[in-house]
């Protein structure tokens, strides 16, 4: 594009009228001129820029053709810049409209008025067509046709552009049902891009699913079922309910005003909605939030109800032009049968008759009977019966359930078949906060860190879904959730594990109350409800054991075993976790995971079959360790690596093979005998997608400092550290284990690549008194790494001396940030902290690290003052971004 003060004097004009009427429109915005009359305001301004640039295209090609011929063209506008519903930055879609006798002239001013268009700093989309090929395109490609229904006449002749869209929405109304499908398929593909739950944390305001394209949707739908796109026009015409009319009204104005804010913030099209500029608006806007619910997730929950509304109009809209294009309903009512007095139901749709409407929409037993029969037949809730009890329900006091009502939700939940879309039902008709109030709170509420995907009543309605999943998986958790006979427990658990989130006490305490308030609510039996509070209270105990403590210590297992206190509760928990995990987003369940899991079940479980912990009786470890010994033997390894290979951790025994251990020992038994240094290798672990380096030597005097240099080595090197195990053999020998994520390895040859790590971690333990390699700065594009700004959530760090007596936990939680584990582990090494055994938890913007410490004489860390330099200094370690 050419420079300002080389543009012709035109375009320099407009641009700079464009320039101002941006700057006095932002002016009256922030004054507080509603979204819509924005648009409005910032479509007349593209108006008058292009009016202008056209009269001087007509102007210029006057000279090369004949008047008669300009006369017949039209400029028409489509898309948001037909409809009016322009923000700052949008494109304006234009089309130079000419019948065919005047395709010369129209060419002669198109090459004039597009390039001005742009050099006037306007985004352009701008097509040449006559009448009959915009049909012909429309009719093939569904991005065309929706755009073109938006269109209006902007300049040239009224007459061309009147044949013209009279013609296409004659056409139109003919080819409805080709045309309506195009549109949804379009549509879905867009969504699937952008989102297909309208509870993204993320959002597109435009694109993804409840946004202002599902509004248009209605329109694109409107024009071919009734010949109008206005939704105004659709309301007069009852194609719209009142209620609907005023859900779709409220929601444009909201989303229209933010996509104008997102538009103005960034001086450019941005249609987005990132947790930055969350906060910001939030704070804009005069959101002041609420006891446990921050002004940002307020904000969103508005956001989202805005959204719910949307989706769940323009999926009724489509609904009812489906049913009016088969012979206007006819068949669906003729064919019906009745149910019962109030009830019938058609080939596609089941409803109550309209003068038992009102008093059946107050009735809970009698809607949770209406789902049921839904659910059995698998019909679909005509509108009218649907929006009544919606109503019915918005407007209905909560209150104690009264006992039908309560007996045909649970059942409900006893079975997986549709469990999960019908609780969606029950949510977005209000029904299961009559049951549940608590649900109320957390409609919509968004839990503000990069872990969670969805809001808290979306991820609870998932987790039953991940539930009931297992039915039909062939796997080891398929066959677990079978096995239950009655999973109605389950299911209802799950549906209310996170209600306790938007208080200032801990989610799990808070979630306690509620399912105590439930259990007495819905008469559960004592024993039910005492397994339903501590299902909910503990529903993070595998979580917390799993990935953060030793599953080789005897004492670990034996404390969760005695907290869990049975099988059946082990099996409850298991499903509940595993269910839980995959809720919260894609990938967040890894192999690592659910094999720590999966360990951490099987031990619990062997202990209450056999009442042996790790290390007692494990005959199939003594065999393992009986043919290590002998192998190694024969080939006359060092007595002491026979010696050692008895005393081998648990863990280390667990993990391989007799053969890869036989091999590993045999390996680091020639280096240690060889080498006074270390032993360093790597090789990559497909399951774990990373590259695990095993780091073996004896300690002597190194006692402090080494998984310091370790974690050095490895950030020098570029690698992020994923999980880490630290194991101490006997009083000599170390044996440490990191799995790391290596950005390089896509572009290197593997081996070449891990002998390189090698070394630097080799010369790192081996010469501790040398500089350390300056860690590789890693590039990352714009909005990678999010500011700090979003980091609401205050580090963490617990000492925990109750689980043993004689080490400490060590657990911090923190955001993570390139180098934060190399900092912490520095940071214990200058305090004399010596690390016996770590875990590493990364997972997104979050870290959740472990350390099993001492002092220098193998005491825990118990010393109240003691604790306090160490958490501030580790805090202020955490808060420091590296150079």
Request: proline share 4%; hydrophobic share 40%.
């Amino acid at each position: 594009m050419a420079s300002s003060g080389s543009l012709p004097s035109l375009a320099r004009q407009c641009r700079d009228r464009l320039k101002d009427g941006r700057g006095r429109i932002e002016s009256r915005f922030r004054a507080g001129l509603p979204s819509v009359q924005t648009a409005t305001a910032l479509t007349d301004l593209y108006d008058e820029v292009v009016r202008k640039i056209w009269d001087a295209s007509l102007e210029r090609a006057a000279s090369q053709v004949r008047p008669s011929q300009l006369a017949q063209l039209t400029l028409v506008a489509h898309g948001g810049y037909g409809r009016r519903d322009l923000s700052p930055y949008s494109d304006a879609d234009l089309m130079l409209l000419t019948p065919r006798r005047s395709a010369a002239a129209a060419a002669q001013v198109a090459s004039t008025l597009v390039r001005d268009i742009t050099d006037a700093g306007i985004d352009c989309g701008f097509s040449v067509r006559t009448p009959r090929e915009c049909c012909t395109l429309a009719w093939s490609d569904p991005k065309i046709y929706t755009s073109l229904t938006e269109s209006r006449y902007c300049f040239g002749s009224e007459a061309t552009f009147d044949r013209y869209f009279d013609r296409f929405r004659a056409a139109a109304r003919r080819r409805r049902n080709f045309l309506n499908h195009q549109a949804l398929e379009a549509r879905r593909e867009e969504r699937h891009k952008w989102g297909e739950t309208n509870y993204l944390l993320r959002p597109n305001v435009k694109r993804s699913r409840g946004g202002l394209r599902d509004i248009q949707l209605v329109r694109w739908l409107g024009f071919s079922s009734y010949g109008a796109t206005s939704l105004e026009q659709l309301h007069k015409l009852n194609a719209l309910s009142e209620e609907d009319f005023g859900t779709l009204r409220r929601a444009h104005a909201f989303m229209l005003r933010l996509r104008h804010e997102l538009h103005f913030r960034a001086k450019r099209a941005q249609d987005v909605l990132d947790r930055p500029t969350q906060l910001d608006i939030a704070e804009d806007w005069g959101y002041q939030g609420r006891l446990g619910v921050l002004p940002v997730e307020d904000f969103m929950q508005d956001y989202f109800e805005h959204t719910r509304g949307v989706r769940y109009v323009a999926a009724y809209f489509h609904d009812d032009t489906r049913i009016r294009s088969r012979a206007k309903g006819a068949i669906e009512s003729v064919v019906s049968k009745r149910i019962d007095d109030r009830i019938r139901m058609g080939p596609t749709h089941i409803w109550v008759k309209a003068v038992a409407l009102d008093a059946f929409a107050q009735s809970l037993p009698d809607v949770l009977r209406l789902i049921q029969l839904a659910n059995r037949y698998s019909r679909r809730i005509a509108h009218p019966t649907w929006q009544a009890i919606r109503k019915s329900m918005q407007e209905r006091e909560t209150g104690s359930p009264d006992p039908e009502s309560v007996r045909a939700f649970l059942e409900l939940l006893r079975e997986p078949g549709r469990l999960a879309s019908l609780l969606r039902r029950l949510h977005e008709l209000r029904i299961i906060e009559q049951l549940i109030p608590a649900m109320e709170r957390c409609r919509g509420l968004l839990q503000f860190n990069a872990y969670h995907k969805y809001t808290v009543d979306a991820h609870c309605i998932r987790a039953v879904e991940a539930a009931t999943d297992f039915e039909e998986a062939e796997t080891s958790m398929g066959r677990r959730y079978r096995r239950l006979k009655d999973k109605t427990l389950l299911h209802l658990a799950l549906l209310i594990h996170d209600l306790g989130k938007g208080y200032e006490e801990d989610h799990s305490e808070v979630g306690r109350r509620i399912a105590l308030e439930v259990a007495d609510a819905f008469g559960m039996s004592a024993e039910d409800k005492d397994t339903l509070q501590w299902l909910i209270h503990r529903h993070l105990l595998i979580n917390e054991v799993a990935f953060r403590h030793d599953l080789n210590d005897p004492e670990v297992v034996h404390k969760f075993a005695v907290e869990v206190g049975s099988i059946a509760r082990l099996e409850l928990l298991l499903i509940h976790t595993v269910a839980d995990l995959q809720a919260v987003g894609p990938d967040v369940l890894n192999d690592w995971k659910m094999g720590l899991i999966e360990d951490l079940y099987l031990r619990a479980r062997r202990y209450f079959e056999t009442g042996n912990l790790p290390g007692e009786n494990e005959l199939d470890l003594d065999s393992k360790i009986e043919q290590v010994g002998v192998a190694l033997g024969e080939k006359d390894a060092d007595p002491s690596l026979i010696q050692f290979a008895r005393e081998m951790p648990l863990s280390l025994l667990r993990q391989h093979s007799t053969e890869d251990l036989i091999h590993e020992l045999h390996q680091v038994g020639e280096w240690l005998s060889q080498n006074p240094g270390c032993y360093c290798t790597g090789a990559v672990d497909p399951a774990a997608s990373a590259v695990r380096y095993t780091i073996v030597l004896r300690l002597g005097e190194q006692r402090i400092g080494i998984f310091a240099r370790i974690t050095a080595a490895f950030s020098a090197c570029g690698l992020s550290i994923m999980r880490a195990n630290v194991e101490t053999v006997g009083q000599d020998l170390l044996w440490d284990q990191f799995w790391v994520n290596d950005p390089e390895l896509k572009q290197r040859e593997a081996n070449s690549r891990i002998d390189e790590v090698c070394q630097v971690v080799s010369r790192a333990i081996d010469e501790p008194e040398s500089v350390m390699p300056t860690p590789r700065r890693v590039w990352q594009t714009q909005g990678a790494r999010e500011p700090s700004s979003v980091l609401l959530l205050p580090t963490k760090i617990v000492f925990d001396n109750d689980t043993f007596d004689h080490q400490t936990i060590l657990s911090i939680f923190a955001y993570d940030r390139p180098a934060l584990l190399s900092s912490i582990s520095k940071t214990l090494s200058d305090m004399n902290v010596v690390i016996q055994f770590a875990k590493i938890d990364t997972h997104l913007d979050q870290i959740a690290d472990v350390f099993y410490v001492t002092n220098l004489d193998e005491t825990p860390i118990t010393d109240s003052e003691q604790q306090e330099q160490i958490r501030t200094s580790l805090v202020q370690a955490i808060g420091e971004m590296p150079n």
